[in-house]
């Protein structure tokens, strides 16, 4: 009870703390992956001029897009930032007694709370502009995103306590999530990939959130990961990131 | 009658890894999730024992470095032990740091919410002592700044607000009282004064012998990471200042091949008949006799000074035979022996020496010295060296006044 308590204040905190001194406030939360659809799409239609995923039949390359950029920068963002969690609360950490977890929980927390508002937001004006949205696709897209949330909560568990330990990881991560992003269908769909790499997807944890989405909002193309296994891979990767999260955090004094 | 027991350390050890290079981090991360334990670590607290009931005060003594803070840590739960185990039943207050969670860009208001959410308020609660936290703090406007527009001391104020209004059932507390002006100092001793009247179990670590002996009923005296004493604050506050002021002072062995074969040498010194070396114990207000024996290579009648020094080497009291205008008694020609006697002895509790020298007949030259140590003891709360004989006029008894102020005396 009072840990709840503890979380909604510190995700508000962060949360306060990201858009203090701001002008746009709250709202730059919304306009950064806007910018980023927008890019995106320019250089998909003008400059590599590719055909939109489903031809004149598809969704149309922004609603493909927003399907991969919204739940990508939920769940990249949330790793980086929830990596130096510790670090970032050292000071915290050595005065006052609570729940590390707690930590963790609000920098993820903080990041899908966001995101999760912009992409409610950019499917509405989606709706209102036109695009098919269905709507019997939401409640599973909005579970999606929990699911989405206990994958990237195990591996931000995982990856803040052996932070404390290995101070690159979070230089690396920073470094790597740009490819992890090329390795999935974030921007641009499975049957775009020659045939004999397509099944390379499957291995990429994230791939299964894209095309869920897509299929679920736009009607467009199969998920490939079933839907089963994607939930006991989060699930899993949270019981581990749990595990090894508890048994270094008695010793996360010791190495701060 | 035996209160209920609200924090207990059993065998309580902490030792910290050794980390130099990147590679012991790695390491150590492999180490620790085989789960297995660190060989090569260095122990800052070493088999701790501890109990608080309810209602008691303990205070940690000991020198910089001696695992107060360490053993702090351990007991909120910021740390975890290495060896045995802490528990704590009840509403802890742990204030390790004050302002320790507070973040400069918000307001003292903002702060406040934080701050007690972390100590584990809930919303409700804050909200009905949020007044009273403000008139603790009573930092006027301030209260609706950023907390980096603040003075240190605004920031303790605040932050021993929040914890004043916790009401913990037991308070850990680090060398808050060194902090923030002297009204707000008096401010934070009567809240804890009150705190504990009213059945408040309080841990307080403090350098302040005086705030210890106010606040705690128990004392322990850490050392090199253990307990060196634990029991009655007095008696381990008096050890801990005797062991400071014995450590200050320079040692002097008797310049033995000197005074051999000097016109004037001593022969024993006894502090009430007891001639060993070893500290004499005497209760304040005892009777203390001085015998000196000395040796004159001509027979001349010596005059013998005797002296009175804290450890330190502060000097209390030197009286000599010919400023009192006795002589020694001779025993044989060449042997001299006196007696003084000092009755009531109004040394406060602490450790002392006691000082011989011969002088020559005339009393111009120094020639030997022996010291003893003496130790006084008393549950005095009284400063300085000497109770000087005083009587108070114009009192009346205060209200709620503490029964512990009065049993010193």
Same mark, same amino acid.
């Given at each position: 009870?009072?840990?709840?308590?503890?979380? !909604?204040?510190?995700?508000?905190?962060?949360?306060?703390?990201?858009?203090?001194?701001?002008?746009?406030?709250?709202?730059?939360?919304?306009?950064?992956?806007?910018?980023?659809?927008?890019?995106? %799409?320019?250089?998909?239609?003008?400059?590599?001029?590719?055909?939109?995923?489903?031809?004149?039949?598809?969704?149309?390359?922004?609603?493909?897009?927003?399907?991969?950029?919204?739940?990508?920068?939920?769940?990249?963002?949330?790793?980086?930032?929830?990596?130096?969690?510790?670090?970032?609360?050292?000071?915290?950490?050595?005065?006052?007694?609570? *729940? /590390?977890?707690?930590?963790?929980?609000? !920098?993820?927390?903080?990041?899908?709370?966001?995101h999760?508002?912009?992409?409610?937001?950019?499917?509405?004006?989606?709706?209102?502009?036109?695009?098919?949205?269905?709507?019997?696709?939401?409640?599973?897209?909005?579970?999606?995103?929990?699911?989405?949330?206990?994958?990237? $909560?195990?591996?931000?568990?995982?990856?803040?306590?052996?932070?404390?330990?290995?101070?690159?990881?979070?230089?690396?991560?920073?470094?790597?999530?740009?490819?992890?992003m090329?390795?999935? *269908?974030?921007?641009?769909?499975?049957?775009?990939?020659?045939?004999r790499?397509?099944?390379? @997807?499957?291995?990429?944890?994230?791939?299964?959130?894209? +095309?869920?989405? /897509?299929?679920?909002?736009?009607?467009?193309?199969?998920?490939?990961?079933p839907?089963?296994?994607?939930?006991?891979?989060? @699930?899993?990767?949270?019981?581990?990131?749990?595990?090894?999260?508890?048994?270094?955090?008695?010793?996360?004094?010791?190495?701060? | 009658?035996?209160?209920?027991v609200?924090?207990?350390?059993?065998?309580?050890?902490?030792?910290?890894?050794?980390?130099?290079?990147?590679?012991?981090r790695? !390491?150590?991360?492999?180490?620790?999730?085989?789960?297995?334990?660190? =060989?090569?670590?260095?122990?800052? $607290?070493?088999?701790?024992?501890?109990?608080?009931?309810?209602?008691?005060?303990?205070? @940690?003594?000991?020198?910089?470095?001696?695992?107060?803070?360490? $053993?702090?840590?351990?007991?909120?739960?910021?740390?975890?032990p290495?060896?045995?185990?802490?528990?704590?039943?009840?509403?802890?207050?742990? @204030?390790?740091?004050?302002?320790?969670?507070?973040?400069?860009?918000?307001?003292?208001?903002?702060?406040?919410?934080?701050?007690?959410?972390?100590?584990?308020?809930?919303?409700?609660?804050?909200? +009905?002592?949020?007044?009273?936290?403000?008139?603790?703090?009573?930092?006027?406007?301030?209260?609706?700044?950023?907390?980096?527009?603040?003075?240190?001391?605004?920031v303790?104020?605040?932050?021993?607000?929040?914890?004043?209004?916790?009401?913990?059932?037991?308070?850990?507390?680090?060398?808050?009282l060194?902090? %923030?002006d +002297?009204?707000?100092?008096?401010?934070?001793?009567?809240?804890?004064?009150?705190?504990?009247?009213?059945?408040?179990?309080?841990?307080?670590?403090?350098? !302040?012998?005086?705030?210890?002996?106010?606040?705690?009923?128990?004392?322990?005296?850490?050392?090199?990471?253990?307990?060196?004493?634990?029991?009655?604050?007095?008696?381990?506050?008096?050890?801990?200042?005797?062991?400071?002021?014995?450590?200050?002072?320079?040692?002097?062995?008797?310049?033995?091949?000197?005074?051999?074969?000097?016109?004037?040498?001593?022969? +024993?010194?006894?502090?009430?008949?007891?001639?060993?070396?070893?500290?004499?114990?005497?209760?304040?207000?005892?009777?203390?006799?001085?015998?000196?024996?000395?040796? =004159?290579?001509?027979?001349?009648? *010596?005059?013998?000074?005797?002296?009175?020094a804290?450890?330190?080497?502060?000097?209390?009291?030197?009286?000599?035979?010919?400023?009192?205008?006795?002589?020694p008694?001779?025993?044989?020609?060449?042997?001299?022996?006196?007696?003084?006697?000092?009755?009531?002895?109004?040394?406060?509790? %602490? =450790?002392?020496?006691?000082?011989?020298? *011969?002088?020559?007949?005339e009393?111009?030259?120094?020639?030997?010295?022996?010291?003893?140590?003496?130790?006084?003891?008393?549950?005095?709360?009284?400063?300085?060296?000497?109770?000087?004989?005083?009587?108070?006029?114009?009192?009346?008894?205060?209200?709620?006044?503490?029964?512990?102020?009065?049993?010193?005396?």
């Open positions: 009870m009072s840990a709840l308590a503890l979380t !909604s204040h510190f995700v508000r905190r962060e949360i306060r703390n990201r858009y203090l001194g701001s002008f746009s406030g709250g709202l730059w939360a919304l306009i950064q992956p806007l910018i980023q659809l927008a890019v995106y %799409g320019f250089v998909w239609k003008y400059v590599f001029r590719m055909s939109a995923p489903g031809g004149a039949d598809g969704p149309g390359i922004v609603a493909f897009l927003a399907m991969g950029v919204w739940p990508w920068n939920a769940f990249s963002e949330s790793l980086v930032r929830a990596t130096t969690a510790m670090q970032d609360n050292a000071a915290l950490i050595g005065k006052i007694a609570l *729940p /590390r977890e707690i930590l963790v929980l609000s !920098s993820v927390a903080s990041s899908f709370l966001l999760a508002l912009g992409f409610c937001v950019i499917v509405i004006v989606f709706r209102a502009s036109g695009t098919p949205i269905q709507l019997l696709g939401l409640p599973l897209a909005a579970f999606a995103f929990v699911q989405l949330f206990v994958l990237a $909560l195990g591996l931000a568990l995982l990856f803040s306590a052996i932070q404390v330990f290995v101070r690159d990881l979070g230089q690396t991560l920073t470094q790597l999530m740009p490819l992890w090329f390795a999935g *269908p974030v921007l641009y769909p499975r049957d775009y990939l020659p045939e790499f397509r099944a390379w @997807l499957d291995l990429n944890p994230f791939t299964f959130y894209p +095309e869920y989405l /897509r299929e679920a909002l736009l009607g467009y193309g199969t998920t490939g990961t839907w089963l296994v994607a939930t006991i891979v989060a @699930l899993a990767v949270l019981a581990i990131g749990y595990t090894v999260f508890r048994r270094l955090s008695a010793h996360f004094e010791d190495f701060l | 009658m035996t209160a209920e609200l924090v207990s350390a059993r065998s309580l050890g902490k030792a910290y890894p050794q980390v130099f290079r990147p590679r012991d790695l !390491s150590a991360l492999w180490r620790l999730l085989r789960g297995v334990p660190d =060989s090569n670590a260095t122990v800052v $607290l070493h088999d701790v024992d501890l109990e608080v009931r309810r209602g008691e005060s303990l205070g @940690l003594i000991g020198e910089n470095g001696a695992g107060k803070s360490t $053993l702090l840590k351990l007991l909120t739960g910021v740390l975890t290495t060896t045995g185990a802490v528990s704590i039943s009840g509403r802890v207050g742990a @204030l390790l740091e004050l302002g320790a969670g507070f973040h400069p860009e918000y307001s003292g208001r903002d702060n406040i919410a934080m701050s007690a959410a972390l100590y584990g308020l809930t919303a409700r609660e804050m909200r +009905e002592r949020l007044a009273e936290i403000i008139e603790f703090a009573d930092i006027g406007h301030y209260i609706d700044e950023p907390v980096k527009h603040y003075s240190s001391g605004m303790v104020r605040l932050g021993f607000a929040v914890v004043a209004a916790l009401r913990p059932d037991v308070l850990i507390t680090d060398e808050v060194a902090v %923030g +002297e009204s707000f100092q008096k401010k934070c001793v009567r809240w804890m004064e009150e705190y504990l009247d009213g059945g408040g179990t309080l841990i307080l670590v403090s350098h !302040s012998m005086y705030h210890v002996q106010k606040l705690c009923r128990h004392a322990c005296w850490l050392r090199h990471g253990e307990v060196t004493a634990y029991g009655d604050v007095f008696e381990v506050t008096q050890k801990y200042l005797a062991y400071h002021e014995a450590k200050l002072a320079a040692p002097s062995p008797r310049a033995e091949s000197a005074a051999h074969g000097a016109e004037f040498q001593l022969l +024993e010194l006894r502090l009430n008949g007891q001639e060993e070396d070893t500290p004499l114990l005497l209760e304040s207000e005892g009777t203390l006799r001085v015998d000196v024996g000395v040796h =004159s290579r001509d027979g001349r009648v *010596p005059v013998v000074v005797i002296g009175i804290r450890i330190d080497g502060t000097p209390v009291y030197g009286v000599s035979t010919e400023m009192d205008g006795v002589q008694e001779a025993e044989d020609a060449n042997t001299f022996r006196v007696e003084v006697e000092f009755p009531q002895l109004c040394l406060l509790p %602490g =450790s002392y020496v006691v000082k011989a020298h *011969p002088l020559d007949s009393g111009v030259r120094l020639f030997d010295t022996i010291e003893r140590q003496l130790t006084i003891r008393g549950n005095s709360r009284e400063f300085g060296l000497v109770r000087l004989s005083h009587s108070w006029k114009r009192v009346a008894t205060p209200a709620g006044a503490r029964l512990r102020g009065v049993s010193g005396v």
